[in-house]
């Protein structure tokens, strides 16, 4: 689960971008493995993710070259990006719950659903019918959503409960992305990232207490590996890369989060993959990656 600014640089891509598109899905693709191996709580994972890294963001905050002058952040903006911090805590939670109970392929593919509600919305604001591949987008989507719930309910009732947390995190994130979307224009992407990081952690281990999960971990190293992983090496080549990468690129690279969580949860985990299960999988994913096809596409 990420946020970042899109927007392309004028620089040509080289090997080294592509590299760091692939590592940054790679480092975020083995988030739900140290989120699942963790003696916390699944939520204090998450809290975790979000307050270790936190001297580390800052410093490359403060240390982002500016690329000219910029707009000064007014109370509006900062209030966006701290309900924003809000939003993606109750993203973050909602998926860490979903990990603990449904199959780490499920987690990563249901947990991405929110780049699918995004393109529902943008057809809503144009006010304009979909496109055929847009409509290809949700068929794949629907179908295949609708197979993996069917088989989860078949496994266990707990399953079909962690995938449903996972769509619910897809929704909190389409409102995280619509409100840091607003705040873009007056801070870097450091900056924007330190500054919702800041109002998500307190946020997520409000929430742990809540729950009444345990915090305070006994093995310290899943929980620092979720945090460089996900929040700093995930995040960070993200940052640097994606900006110079057209929507198809980015839609094909981001499959390869839910293969390598399919790879882990059959290695680590012993988590089997059925026809059906392919299926469904392979419809999400297509759908997935439709959607960002429909990103470039013409209006």
Not at 141 to 149: D, E, F, K, P, R
């Amino acid at each position: 689960m990420t946020s970042i600014d899109d927007r392309r640089e004028a620089v040509r891509p080289d090997t080294w971008h592509f590299a760091a598109l692939l590592g940054g899905n790679f480092a975020l693709a083995l988030g739900p493995w140290f989120v699942r191996v963790a003696d916390s709580g699944p939520v204090s994972a998450g809290f975790w993710r979000l307050f270790l890294p936190l001297p580390i963001l800052g410093l490359l905050a403060l240390r982002q070259p500016k690329p000219g002058p910029r707009p000064a952040a007014t109370l509006g903006a900062w209030l966006l990006i701290v309900t924003a911090g809000v939003l993606f805590a109750l993203d973050l939670a909602s998926w860490h719950v979903g990990i603990a109970y449904t199959r780490l392929g499920n987690a990563s593919l249901f947990g991405n659903s929110g780049s699918l509600i995004l393109m529902v919305w943008g057809l809503a604001v144009a006010r304009r019918w979909p496109r055929r591949i847009e409509i290809a987008a949700l068929v794949a989507a629907i179908s295949g959503a609708t197979i993996l719930l069917g088989r989860s309910l078949e496994i266990d009732p707990a399953t079909l409960v962690g995938d449903l947390f996972c769509i619910l995190a897809g929704v909190f994130y389409f409102f995280f992305i619509l409100l840091i979307q607003g705040a873009r224009g007056r801070f870097e992407s450091w900056e924007l990232l330190f500054a919702s990081t800041l109002a998500s952690a307190p946020v997520m281990l409000g929430i742990a207490i809540w729950l009444d999960e345990p915090i305070w971990p006994h093995v310290w190293w899943p929980l620092v590996a979720l945090a460089l992983c996900s929040q700093v090496v995930g995040q960070g080549l993200i940052v640097l890369a994606l900006r110079h990468f057209s929507a198809l690129i980015i839609g094909v690279v981001l499959l390869t989060q839910p293969a390598i969580s399919i790879l882990v949860g059959w290695l680590v985990f012993g988590e089997t993959m059925g026809v059906l299960d392919a299926l469904g999988m392979a419809l999400i994913a297509g759908a997935l990656l439709l959607g960002k096809l429909s990103e470039g596409a013409g209006r």
